[in-house]
């Protein structure tokens, strides 16, 4: 058996279906579960011809999920909850059926809506009779697949349940198990010996010492995000104003509330950064003078009169001090078309990437998020989902246009 010890705490949705190799996946279950991953197998109504659901659940110490609307929990959309939480997917077996329709983006059921939703690394273990293997149908839809990412696991030779021998046995379990590992240690070692800066929460201008100019931000998103990057193995810096969350472990934190000691904090963490993002809601005006004694209502009247000027303009002296190769992303929270902000934002600010955010109709504090990642390559919308999903989704286009560690 492989060395599955990175797998403890991973959630591992595994998919089975109607193949008489599914036999063959209750001993996948086993060992995956016995490393300590959270294994969810997720059957097709074939599947369950062949191998009773009560067996999975029995190895695994979780109900089996089998049709799209009942027994999910609501960790989001019940359909799709678990695409979006799974740090991996591996279908063993699949059948040609099943190759096909996630080869054309179907969303028929539990099992090819969850691949469907996640971006997490998916892996297909095909097994089915060797013509069927060999149809140029079916050879198109694994190359298909490949394209798109997915990894392969190929069926080996041997005698088949139709009597024949060739191609199409359901690869060995040691096989499936090796890229299972492979992909859990990729995704979660994608920013191995990087130095990441996020910023987050609200900034805090004071008026005098008790009152302050402040914003909505609850500092979710950029706490997810800090998140997700430990999680993908880098060094993170979380620069953050007041919020109500909890330090991420494993992650340094510098409190800070002003607008001036953000941009102090930011360009101190600039020299060793390999990309900052700047998820902080940054005021835009503050007071221009602070009163160093509270102010009281019976002497300033009905009406009160407050002078304000323009903060420090952060992202520009981050983007003007950055070193060769750091990435800069910024964000960008607008009513009406935030899409077209955020790409004069990139354009004027010289930024790599923004993430566009439409507040319009948003809860600030909730846990979804909707937003359209904006580069010189295009736009990028995501639907609706969790904001540690949209973290993830980040860090990814982070960790794609960063590279290998510097040396």
Not at 156 to 182: F, N, P
Not at 232 to 260: K, N
Request: overall charge negative; aromatic content about 4%.
């Amino acid at each position: 058996m492989n060395d599955l010890g990175i797998l403890k705490g991973k959630l591992v949705v595994l998919g089975v279906s109607g193949s008489i190799a599914a036999y063959k996946a209750v001993e996948l279950a086993r060992h995956l579960t016995q490393a300590g991953a959270a294994v969810q197998v997720v059957m097709t109504r074939s599947a369950t011809e062949f191998v009773q659901p009560l067996t999975f659940q029995a190895l695994t110490y979780r109900p089996v999920e089998i049709e799209m609307f009942s027994g999910i929990d609501d960790r989001a959309a019940g359909h799709v909850s678990m695409g979006v939480n799974a740090d991996c997917i591996v279908i063993a077996p699949a059948t040609a059926h099943v190759v096909a329709r996630l080869a054309h983006g179907f969303a028929d059921d539990l099992l090819a809506t969850t691949v469907l939703a996640s971006s997490a690394p998916v892996i297909v273990a095909p097994a089915m009779e060797t013509h069927m293997w060999q149809n140029a149908a079916t050879r198109a839809n694994v190359a298909a697949l490949r394209a798109r990412g997915v990894r392969v696991v190929e069926p080996e030779s041997g005698e088949l349940a139709s009597g024949m021998r060739g191609q199409g046995r359901l690869a060995a379990i040691e096989r499936i198990e090796a890229e299972v590992l492979d992909a859990v240690r990729a995704r979660s070692r994608r920013l191995a010996g990087r130095c990441i800066v996020v910023t987050a929460g609200p900034t805090l201008e004071p008026i005098d010492p008790v009152r302050v100019i402040t914003n909505r931000s609850s500092g979710k998103m950029g706490y997810a995000i800090a998140s997700a990057a430990r999680d993908a193995g880098a060094e993170v810096t979380l620069i953050t104003g007041p919020t109500a969350l909890d330090a991420p472990y494993g992650v340094r934190v510098v409190p800070i509330e002003t607008v001036a000691e953000l941009r102090d904090a930011v360009l101190a963490c600039l020299p060793d950064a390999d990309a900052v993002v700047m998820a902080a809601a940054i005021a835009d005006y503050g007071a221009a003078e602070m009163s160093p004694a509270k102010l009281k209502k019976k002497d300033l009247g009905d009406e009160m009169t407050l002078r304000l000027v323009r903060t420090p303009d952060v992202l520009s002296a981050v983007v003007g001090a950055r070193g060769s190769g750091t990435l800069v992303v910024g964000f960008k929270a607008e009513t009406g078309d935030p899409v077209a902000e955020a790409e004069r934002m990139l354009k004027e600010k010289g930024l790599d990437l923004v993430v566009a955010n439409d507040v319009s109709e948003d809860v600030f504090g909730s846990e979804t998020d909707e937003v359209t990642f904006v580069s010189v390559d295009g736009t990028e919308r995501l639907e609706r989902m969790p904001k540690i999903e949209v973290a993830r989704r980040l860090v990814e286009k982070i960790a794609e246009r960063i590279g290998q560690p510097r040396s």
